[in-house]
């Protein structure tokens, strides 16, 4: 019966097992895991223009060369996480439509333009840390291929964040105008970095059910007050200032004090309204009209293969 199936499924999550695809799951897990891993998915994919901006203009042949790996590591991780929804009955290609047509979210953070050379090392630094944050606890998530993807993807988003964070060390020991130019990326990116982790705990409509079910390991502002606390000493050691006149050590609680994030702009962001929404959408949807042919292509050759293969 359902309330067996219902029983043995809790049952695993409880204990720390893994739910794989055939195994029984619930409707409402399934629906909830394919929309937190098709917007990570997104994002993965969204997140390779604010710093593929920069490939053309990359100072240096290594840094191009870092960089370069860096961009393709993200089409690497947006790969394996849509692979990781398909094994939950969804569709790459309707995932791919849904988001071309605006209807399925990606993060919020990809919808700020990269202006300076130093918002790729601040994007390393604190957009990858952030990240790394966040995903970390994911590799424990109760659905096996999602924790699994996530052991992979945080190796590399390790190398990310510290290719962003030597980028910026090197700038701090540059001139007078680069260090003011990483202090001006870190004004910028500090409080949409925070936006990341999600809405308060007491707005997030999700977390309780994917905390019971293991989908997610903390809540939104658990991670958020423990990437504050990681990044503070980092940026002492950077000799950068976050742009927050309430960020304070609190020795009764161990950790950082820290403002508000506006959550107006947050809500606006996420609906579509943020400075770069509009070209971030209109540049993947014309990187996937424009490699129709090559889907075609693939399908044909598919085709004639499994044609090969029955003479
Ligand atoms: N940007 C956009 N939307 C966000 C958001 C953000 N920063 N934070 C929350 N939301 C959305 C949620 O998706 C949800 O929308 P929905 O109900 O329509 O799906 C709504 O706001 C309410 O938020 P909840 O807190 O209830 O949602 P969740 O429980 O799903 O928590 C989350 C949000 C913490 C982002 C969680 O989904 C999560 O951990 N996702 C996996 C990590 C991820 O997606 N990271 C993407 C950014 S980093 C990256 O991938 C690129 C890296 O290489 C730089």
Redesign the pocket.
Known sequence: TTAELEAGFLHTVESDQRIEPRDWMPEGYRR?LI???A??AH??II?MQPEGNWLTRAPSLRRKAILMAKVQ??AG?GLYLYSAAETLGADRADLTDALIAGQ???????NYPALTFADVGV?GWL??G??IC??VP?CRSSFGPYGRAMIR?CKE?SF?QRQGYELLLTMMKGTEEQRAMVQESVNRWWWPAL?????P?D?????AQ?MKWK??RHS?DE?RQRFVDMSVPQAQVLGVTFPDPDLAWNAERGSYDFGEPDWQE?TE??TGRGATSIERIANRRAAHENGGWVREAAIAFAARSDEGAHH
């Open positions: 909830s929309r937190q891993i917007q990570h994002s993965e997140g590591d993200e991780h399925q979210k990606y993060s919020s953070i990809f994007i957009v990858d952030a990240a966040n995903q994911l993807v988003e990310h936006m990341m982790f999600g809405p705990d707005r997030s409509p999700n977390s994917s989908i997610k939104n991670l947050f962001v996420v």
